[in-house]
């Protein structure tokens, strides 16, 4: 019951967090029968809220058993669908691994209901565009689950790609696809391990095709400026906030893969004029945008209309914003979960303060103060969008009032670099 009360609240602040959420391929997902979604993990626990709240079915996951240590937390997590899986190197010790076959007896039983499980096979979380090994936990739940129930006609392996455009910020964009499914029974025989060897190999191979990925971590500094290039290339709808639909996601693996497979005097040219340029935006304090599009982004007399509920929203959910951004900034270490824990500190915050209008209101009896703040909530998710709005207009601004000698410099050295982008 907890899981459905949280998931409409969760969706709506996942929409708030979020540019654009392309959301393609469910389809894929086999009907009513066993399914063990597998899913790389970037961030620390971003990608099970999205998939939650995204996907049709009521989704099962498997979660670090250390999370559920007290039982308030434990209780919690399970009222939402989690699972605990214990490992050594979490300090759980061998009482924690142990716990782990009540583990696998729920895995089982649930696939036999035919439940979605939802499983990050790589074992742990590292913000990069790179796909680590496989661990064998999915191999003993599909073939334990073959084993438990003979009479399954067969259970399904979906590889899922999740991919962030920016993975430590909001209002950045996400491109999710589900891959064809793998069938377990083709692999299972007698559950030897070179069965579960095979299937680990074909599922690497199915993820990777729906994830960017670049091989050299040397590399990710350029490709990410060629992605950035691309994306003010792109022509992309605003609305709606999610969208069946995988262009995005095949142009940047695609820029990714070119780079992995550039000679190296070839790359290093390219990782020099790169740098060249986007340090001379920098210089200059614009963006790459604002060179693509001088221009394209208006502001008149409707856009300055627009500039008072703009702020009215943007003052009243200041504090709770703060709030967010504070725990982010001081409680948070590790890059992974940078993201994942601002977004619940958001909508905890906000949560917890339009209750309080909420009893404002009842206590005094005046509901207009209610009705008040859901509409300047509302104003506030039309102040994201308009500040974002204003934000690139300036940029495109500051370019327009740089020398034209510059100005022209900015634009040959961007294109030069288009034709990598253009053949993409």
Aim: hydrophobic share 45%; charged share 20%.
């Amino acid at each position: 019951m907890f899981y459905y009360l949280v998931r409409p609240l969760a969706r709506l602040g996942t929409y708030l967090f979020f540019q654009k959420i392309y959301f393609a391929n469910e389809n894929r997902i086999p009907r009513d029968k066993p399914v063990i979604l597998a899913i790389n993990h970037p961030t620390g626990f971003m990608e099970p809220i999205i998939m939650a709240v995204l996907l049709k079915k009521p989704l099962h996951f498997l979660v670090r058993g250390d999370f559920f240590s007290k039982k308030i937390y434990g209780a919690l997590l399970r009222a939402l669908h989690m699972i605990p899986i214990f490992r050594m190197r979490d300090n759980t010790g061998f009482s924690g691994v142990k716990s782990n076959f009540s583990t696998f007896e729920a895995c089982y039983a649930g696939l036999k209901s035919g439940k979605i499980i939802m499983i990050f096979p790589e074992g742990r979380t590292v913000l990069e565009k790179r796909l680590r090994p496989l661990q064998r936990g999915l191999v003993r739940i599909a073939f334990g689950t073959l084993e438990r129930y003979p009479e399954l006609e067969d259970l399904y392996i979906v590889p899922v790609g999740v991919n962030f455009t920016d993975g430590e910020r909001p209002r950045g964009k996400v491109m999710i696809n589900f891959g064809e499914p793998l069938s377990a029974r083709s692999f299972y025989r007698n559950g030897a391990a070179v069965e579960g060897d095979q299937l680990l190999e074909a599922l690497a191979q199915a993820m990777a095709k729906n994830i960017i990925i670049v091989e050299d971590p040397a590399d990710d500094g350029l490709v990410e400026q060629l992605l950035i290039l691309d994306r003010s290339e792109r022509k992309e709808k605003l609305f709606p906030m999610v969208e069946d639909a995988t262009d995005c996601l095949w142009r940047e693996k695609n820029i990714a893969d070119r780079i992995n497979s550039m000679e190296s005097g070839e790359k290093t040219t390219l990782k020099t004029q790169t740098e060249t340029y986007f340090k001379a935006l920098k210089a200059a304090q614009t963006n790459d945008k604002a060179v693509a599009k001088s221009g394209y982004t208006q502001f008149g007399i409707g856009s300055l209309l627009g500039l008072i509920p703009a702020y009215l929203g943007y003052v009243f959910g200041f504090l709770p914003a703060q709030l967010a951004y504070y725990i982010k900034h001081k409680q948070v270490r590790r890059l992974e979960y940078k993201m994942p824990v601002w977004a619940c500190a958001s909508w905890g915050a906000f949560l917890v303060y339009y209750l309080f209008w909420l009893v404002l209101a009842a206590t005094t009896g005046q509901w207009l103060i209610l009705l008040g703040s859901v509409l300047l909530g509302g104003l506030g998710w039309f102040a994201l969008y308009y500040f974002e709005h204003l934000v690139q207009w300036r940029n495109e601004q500051k370019f327009k009032g740089l020398e034209e000698k510059l100005q022209q410099q900015l634009q040959d050295q961007r294109q030069h670099l288009l034709p990598f982008i253009q053949n993409n």
